[in-house]
């Protein structure tokens, strides 16, 4: 018998992963896999969170603006309304009141002072595409602002939102914004 046996044989051709190194490669996969997507699943929540945040600060800086045009034309007292863009907003204490008209008069004259693409609750209810955001009121006092994909979970008590808050007894409005739900 010839030396070169074991040389033409499978052994000395193989090339290639075995089994076990399939094995371990896809383990690694699977605990990278499992690692990541709650990292990608937090993205969204976390965005929707900083959108939130972001539209009480263009609130906060918009309220400024209207107090400071409330004050100039001398309706910052404990009634009062201007006109912006148009639409007359009415005031109480130099800052958007909520207790005037529908849902829509309210989304309009939010649009007015908020740089914001949202609509009214009633539209949402009916198109869900209509807006990413819709605008809702509690009480004549409270105006909320809410994600339309979260339309099933709108409650005053739904943690993901921005609330503004303007009564009569207050001398300046609160912003709140609620993101846990998020």
Known sequence: M?????ANSS??????FTLIELVIVIVVLGILAATAIPKFI????DTK?????SIAGSMRSALQLVHAQAVIKGQDGSTGSIDINGTTVPLINGYPSLSYGTFIVMNKQLKAWLEIN???????YKNRDAAPFFSDRANGKYLY??????????STSF???VRYE?????????IRVLTDAC
């Not at 937090?42 to 929540?45: A, F, G, I, P």
Request: a positive charge; aromatic letters at 8%; proline letters at 2%.
């Open 2 to 6: 010839s030396k070169n046996t074991h």
């Open 11 to 16: 052994y000395a051709k193989s090339s290639g």
């Open 42 to 45: 937090n993205l969204k929540t």
């Open 49 to 53: 969170a900083r959108n939130l945040e």
């Open 118 to 124: 949202a609509v009214d609750r009633n539209t949402a």
């Open 145 to 154: 602002i809410f994600f339309t994909a979260d339309y099933a979970q709108k």
């Open 159 to 161: 943690n993901c939102q």
């Open 166 to 174: 303007n009564s009569a007894t207050m001398t300046a409005p609160e």
